[in-house]
C-alpha cells in the first residue's frame, strides 16, 4: 500500500486546511486510516483515526476542531482541520494498517508540513 499526503501549508491561526492521503489500493481493504503528527523535538503522536465501518476516534486536542473522514470512492482519506493553533504546527503523516491473519501492517505516507502562524 503507497499513500500520498497532500495539503498541508501555511495558514494563520484559526484557519483552516484540509488534508488528503490518496491510497495505491482500494481502501476497502484497509482496516484503519489515521492520521499522526510529529512536532520537533516530540515524538510522533497520533492525531485521529477511521476504520473501514466509518469509526472515528480523536485526539484530546484536536476534539471538536478537526474532522476524519474517507472516501471509498476516491480511495481517499481527508483531514479537515478547522480552528488551527500555533501548537498544531507539525509534519502531518498518513497512515494505513491492514490487518490480515491475526497481524497488523502499517504502511506510511511521506508526511506534509502544517505551520499554523501569522
Known amino acids: 500500500v503507497q499513500l500520498q499526503a497532500s495539503g498541508g501549508g501555511l495558514v494563520q491561526p484559526g484557519g483552516s486546511l484540509r488534508l488528503s492521503c490518496a491510497a495505491s489500493t482500494s481502501i476497502l481493504v484497509i482496516n484503519r486510516m489515521a492520521w499522526y503528527r510529529q512536532a520537533p523535538g516530540q515524538e510522533r503522536q497520533l492525531v485521529a483515526s477511521?476504520?473501514?465501518?466509518?469509526?472515528?476516534n480523536y485526539a484530546d486536542f484536536v476534539m471538536g476542531r478537526f474532522t476524519i473522514s474517507r472516501d471509498n470512492a476516491e480511495d481517499t482519506a481527508y483531514l479537515q482541520m478547522d480552528s488551527l493553533k500555533p501548537e498544531d504546527t507539525a509534519v502531518y503523516y498518513c497512515?494505513?494498517?491492514?490487518?490480515?491473519?491475526?497481524?497488523?501492517?502499517?504502511?506510511w505516507g511521506q508526511g506534509t508540513l502544517v505551520t499554523v502562524s501569522s
Open positions: 497512515n494505513a494498517r491492514v490487518s490480515l491473519l491475526g497481524r497488523d501492517y502499517n504502511y
Open positions: 477511521i476504520t473501514n465501518k466509518g469509526s472515528t
